[in-house]
């Protein structure tokens, strides 16, 4: 007797598991991590009545890239704008659930959001360095968030956050002229600098190379594989091939539901739902 007979389900191929059915919402995969940097429990987003996402439930580990995946519109910069509380400026936005970040609610009422935003930083689509010089973009936050007392310490905060966004040499004959003077994918790099330069612990980046050349994409795309090494990264991405070259693991969303997380091989070699298998394998987009 077979797999198939002795089960009564249908199997796609010898060897495969069974997929689950796509009108089962709960989240299949794995969900926890043993050593989480963000514990994320039964979060809901709403936009006034409008439900956005729904019983999300993520651990995200320390030092790892995770991926954000899914359709258009399915929620993914919802969730990750909830880590660090970006969905508060927002009117009519309403978080419900549990986010903790090393055992603490961020949502708790003591939580000052100022220095929470610099502890998980976040980086955009379309690169926003502030109308200000190159060095400045730089020191800006430094300075308000205390970190630098004196022009020196401020050079040497410039210069490590330049270096470690892999841009100190394209940039350090220039520092004066504005950052919005740099190409796309430099200014890309400054925002990724800036972000570096509060001592973030969690980098967020919403579709970082969206609005980039392939070029620059590829020296994005190395740069985050070495952060990784001292900052947790949560990058949301529409392109499936750079979520198999960056990350580790991979979140698929689909209609404001947690559909499916795993090893990122787990999940474009062998999804274990069938929304997952059905947008990996392009039949949606
Ligand atoms: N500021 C807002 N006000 C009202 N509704 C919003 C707002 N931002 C997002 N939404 C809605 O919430 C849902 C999820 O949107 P979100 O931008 O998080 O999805 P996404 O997966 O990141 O989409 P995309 O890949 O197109 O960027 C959508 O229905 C969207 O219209």
């Not at 963000?38 to 439900?51: F, G, L, P, Q």
């Not at 800006?140 to 401020?154: K, L, M, S």
């Not at 001292?230 to 750079?242: E, F, P, R």
Request: glycine share 8%.
């Amino acid at each position: 007797m077979n797999q198939e007979q002795t089960t009564g389900r249908s199997f796609r191929r010898p060897g495969r598991h069974p997929l689950v059915d796509r009108t089962e919402r709960t989240t299949v995969g794995q969900t926890t991590v043993e050593n989480p940097k963000m514990s994320c429990r039964d979060v809901a987003v709403y936009y006034d009545s409008k439900k956005a996402i729904s019983n999300i439930t993520l651990d995200i580990g320390y030092n790892e890239v995770i991926a954000m995946i899914g359709p258009s519109g399915c929620g993914k910069s919802t969730f990750i704008r909830c880590l660090n509380r970006m969905n508060d400026t927002i009117e009519g936005c309403l978080v419900t659930g549990q986010i903790f970040m090393d055992g603490k609610n961020i949502y708790d009422n003591d939580v000052d959001v100022v220095p929470l935003r610099a502890q998980v930083g976040m980086v955009f689509q379309k690169p926003n360095p502030f109308p200000k010089s190159i060095y400045n973009n730089i020191a800006y936050g430094a300075r308000i968030h205390g970190f630098v007392q004196n022009r020196d310490e401020t050079d040497e905060l410039v210069e490590g956050a330049l270096k470690n966004a892999g841009l100190w040499s394209e940039v350090k004959d220039r520092l004066e002229m504005p950052g919005t003077s740099l190409s796309g994918g430099q200014q890309q790099r400054l925002c990724i600098a800036r972000a570096i330069a509060v001592n973030p612990e969690v980098i967020l980046m919403d579709e970082p190379c969206s609005s980039l050349d392939p070029i620059a994409t590829a020296i994005i795309e190395e740069l985050i594989d070495e952060l990784k090494q001292n900052y947790t990264i949560a990058i949301v991405t529409h392109s499936m091939q750079q979520a198999s070259r960056i990350s580790q693991r991979t979140a698929y969303f689909h209609q404001g539901d947690l559909i499916e997380v795993g090893s990122t091989d787990q999940i474009f070699l062998n999804p274990l739902h069938q929304l997952t298998e059905d947008y990996i394998t392009g039949r949606f987009e």
